[in-house]
């Protein structure tokens, strides 16, 4: 399931990264050059004109985050005309380039912003564009969407996921933004980074071996020692407690997560949640009340429109009996994935369950 492949990504991808370089593009560093092969939407931009702000965004056709957060950038560029909006396709499949053009005509106004596709050269991969290259590779971003903001000087202000753009983006625009503070909190979280491969690198050699009981043991040490990296971690050490058959340390762990270290992070609450009611988990008995604690307090931030976490919501008050919510909360949902034919067929599978109707424990 779509899901259950983002599940705990940030642990299952991380061992990936261990060798990537240094990044080179860092906040406060000159923007680099714009260089596309063609623009889709919009009057081109070959520069970055002094006293203008740009947020330059890259996404790919085949990335479900992507079009989620597309609507979101339309919102803020309507918000904030006198910010230029780009949105950079990236990292296409072959198959995908030609994609783009019909699929930015097709979002109409929902994508209402400026266009562009990489340049990549002809018989190199995907990951070899102009713009792959000098913007994601350099400053280490891992995964899309990602977005910068480059001020009105030419430099890199911001960097980081478009959903979570909109604070620093108004603190910029008004001359409120303290650059110094930003660059500080990145250098700590590249060091959080480091950590991060570290922990990983020993979890992955105890899950090699089967030894989950190590992994854990590594987790609580280097929670320890990093307190932050339990808001990497923590959901892949509630599923190993889940999928280890330890329910009662499995709901207090998870308890905590809930109340305290993702109180405030809808999209971490959703996936505490999803391992408990996942169709896939084979745990026998479920933490209901924890789960729906988690999905309503995530569906409340964010603010019922993520599809993912109302699709959350919907599967917990399911399995807790009450069908009527579950086909309210997944119509919900679907109305929001309308754009991504396989989420459609996923949630529309899920929605036509619910509406059969079968009550919890039966």
């Given at each position: 399931?779509?899901?259950?492949?983002?599940?705990?990504?940030?642990v299952?991808?991380?061992?990936?990264?261990?060798?990537?370089?240094?990044?080179?593009?860092?906040?406060?560093d000159?923007?680099?050059?714009?260089?596309?092969?063609?623009?889709?939407?919009?009057?081109?931009?070959?520069?970055?004109?002094?006293?203008?702000?740009?947020v330059?965004?890259?996404?790919?056709?085949?990335?479900?985050?992507?079009r989620?957060?597309?609507?979101?950038?339309?919102?803020?560029?309507?918000?904030?005309?006198?910010?230029?909006?780009?949105?950079?396709?990236?990292?296409?499949?072959?198959?995908?380039?030609?994609?783009?053009?019909?699929?930015?005509?097709?979002?109409?106004?929902?994508?209402?912003?400026?266009v562009?596709?990489?340049?990549?050269?002809?018989?190199?991969?995907?990951?070899?564009g102009?713009?792959?290259?000098?913007?994601?590779?350099?400053?280490?971003?891992?995964?899309i969407?990602?977005?910068?903001i480059?001020?009105?000087?030419?430099?890199?202000?911001?960097i980081?996921?478009?959903?979570?753009?909109?604070?620093?983006?108004?603190?910029?625009?008004?001359?409120?933004?303290?650059?110094?503070?930003?660059?500080?909190e990145?250098?700590?979280?590249a060091?959080?980074?480091?950590?991060?491969?570290?922990?990983?690198?020993?979890?992955?050699?105890?899950?090699?071996?089967?030894?989950?009981?190590?992994?854990?043991?590594?987790?609580?040490?280097?929670?320890?020692?990093?307190?932050?990296?339990?808001?990497?971690?923590g959901?892949?050490?509630?599923?190993?407690?889940?999928?280890?058959?330890?329910?009662?340390?499995?709901?207090?762990?998870?308890?905590?997560?809930?109340?305290?270290?993702?109180?405030?992070?809808?999209?971490q609450?959703?996936?505490?949640?999803?391992?408990?009611?996942?169709?896939d988990?084979?745990?026998?008995?479920?933490?209901?009340?924890?789960?729906?604690?988690?999905?309503?307090?995530?569906?409340e931030?964010?603010?019922?429109?993520?599809?993912?976490?109302?699709?959350?919501?919907?599967?917990?008050?399911f399995?807790?009996?009450?069908?009527?919510?579950?086909?309210?909360?997944?119509?919900?949902?679907?109305?929001?994935?309308?754009?991504?034919p396989?989420?459609?067929?996923?949630?529309?599978?899920?929605?036509?369950?619910?509406?059969?109707?079968?009550?919890?424990?039966?």
């Open positions: 399931m779509l899901k259950s492949l983002l599940l705990v990504a940030s299952l991808f991380a061992s990936t990264q261990a060798t990537a370089q240094k990044p080179t593009l860092k906040a406060g000159a923007a680099p050059a714009i260089q596309v092969k063609q623009w889709v939407k919009g009057e081109a931009v070959t520069s970055f004109a002094k006293d203008q702000l740009y330059v965004e890259f996404w790919a056709t085949w990335c479900p985050p992507c989620e957060s597309i609507p979101h950038l339309t919102e803020l560029q309507k918000k904030h005309k006198d910010v230029q909006f780009i949105g950079v396709s990236v990292f296409e499949h072959e198959s995908d380039q030609a994609k783009v053009a019909p699929f930015v005509e097709k979002m109409g106004e929902k994508m209402d912003y400026r562009a596709m990489d340049d990549v050269p002809e018989g190199k991969k995907n990951n070899e102009a713009m792959a290259k000098s913007w994601m590779i350099a400053s280490g971003s891992q995964g969407p990602t977005a910068f480059v001020d009105k000087t030419g430099h890199v202000a911001w980081g996921h478009p959903m979570k753009m909109e604070e620093s983006l108004e603190k910029i625009i008004a001359g409120k933004w303290d650059l110094a503070a930003y660059q500080k990145q250098a700590e979280e060091a959080l980074d480091a950590a991060t491969q570290e922990l990983n690198s020993q979890i992955g050699k105890a899950m090699k071996a089967k030894d989950s009981k190590g992994a854990l043991a590594a987790m609580d040490t280097a929670f320890a020692a990093t307190p932050k990296l339990e808001e990497r971690f959901p892949f050490k509630f599923k190993l407690l889940l999928d280890g058959g330890d329910l009662d340390a499995a709901s207090t762990y998870g308890t905590r997560l809930v109340d305290v270290t993702f109180k405030a992070d809808g999209e609450l959703n996936q505490i949640a999803w391992l408990i009611v996942d169709p988990s084979k745990v026998e008995k479920r933490d209901l009340k924890l789960a729906l604690k988690a999905a309503l307090r995530a569906n931030l964010t603010k019922s429109k993520d599809a993912g976490v109302l699709d959350t919501l919907a599967r917990v008050y399995l807790s009996g009450d069908s009527a919510k579950a086909v309210e909360f997944q119509t919900k949902a679907l109305e929001l994935v309308k754009e991504n396989d989420a459609v067929k996923e949630f529309q599978g899920r929605l036509d369950e619910y509406k059969k109707g079968k009550p919890a424990g039966s």
